[in-house]
């Protein structure tokens, strides 16, 4: 499996930007794709935008055209940049990656880091 970390979470004003960085440790080699979910206070858990090893994204419709999903391999590191954001935007942010080891699938998460958009 792998470790997870993320950072770059804060405040910021509704219209500004913030970016988020999750950077992945030990089993890199294993991972299939990374993803990025979220989840605002009293409600599940969401999927926000993901991105595979060949470098495929997609995003849910909420935040298409606002928000980009970037990976680093050399880094290890994946980003989610965040443009114009809103209110509703405001959650815990989660990294999430999904691989194989020894024909056993894992889905492994980081801490999360907290973005709060005031209006």
């Known amino acids: 499996q792998v470790q997870l970390v993320e950072s770059g979470g804060g405040l910021v004003q509704a219209g500004g930007s913030l970016s988020l960085s999750c950077a992945a440790s030990?089993?890199?080699?294993?991972?299939?794709?990374m993803r990025w979910y979220r989840q605002a206070p009293g409600k599940q858990r969401e999927f926000v935008a993901g991105?595979?090893?060949?470098?495929?994204?997609t995003y849910a419709d909420s935040v298409k055209g606002r928000f980009t999903i970037s990976r680093d391999n050399a880094k290890n590191t994946m980003y989610l940049q965040m443009n114009s954001l809103k209110p509703e935007d405001t959650a815990v942010y989660y990294c999430?990656?999904?691989?194989?080891?020894?024909?056993?699938?894992?889905?492994?998460w980081g801490q999360g880091t907290q973005v709060t958009v005031s209006s």
């Open positions: 030990g089993s890199i080699f294993s991972i299939n794709a």
């Open positions: 991105i595979t090893n060949g470098g495929t994204t």
């Open positions: 999430n990656a999904v691989g194989t080891i020894m024909k056993s699938l894992y889905n492994d």
